[in-house]
């Protein structure tokens, strides 16, 4: 079945498609992995900022950098290899946790501490 206006999941999809094309960013699949990503990221940079977690060090401000830089460059291609690891796994999340660690395999600062994404 083809997708159009009268076959689409609801009405959302079909006859209001153009109304609500802003919200695909934040309410598709691909925004639900992006805040994934965010939360992880602002997760592990909550803990290296918080002095009584001493288990995680302080980030430098280059790897600051470059978290935020996986957040604000996340794209449909990195969306993409996460659901390739997800049909790997079948589980979203750990998915997620896999692309993060594989991403940051050559920080040695977040690779110390990579056990607590998620």
């Known amino acids: 079945m083809n997708l159009s206006a009268l076959t689409a999941l609801s009405p959302l999809d079909g006859r209001y498609a153009a109304k609500v094309e802003p919200l695909r960013a934040h309410f598709s699949e691909f925004g639900l992995i992006r805040n994934r990503i965010r939360v992880e ?6 803990l290296a900022a ?3 977690i001493a288990e ?3 980030f ?4 600051i950098d ?5 957040v604000s460059g996340f794209a449909v291609s990195d969306a993409d290899a996460i659901k390739t690891i997800e ?3 079948n589980h979203d999340v750990k998915a997620v946790e896999y692309w ?3 991403r940051f395999k050559d920080n040695p600062e977040v690779m110390r501490v990579s056990e607590f994404i998620h």
Do not use: C, F, G, Q
């Open 41 to 46: 990221i602002e997760w592990l940079k909550a």
């Open 50 to 52: 918080a002095p009584e």
């Open 56 to 58: 995680v060090a302080a």
């Open 60 to 63: 430098s401000a280059a790897t």
């Open 66 to 70: 470059e978290l935020d830089l996986v």
């Open 87 to 89: 049909a790997r796994t």
């Open 100 to 102: 993060l660690k594989d």
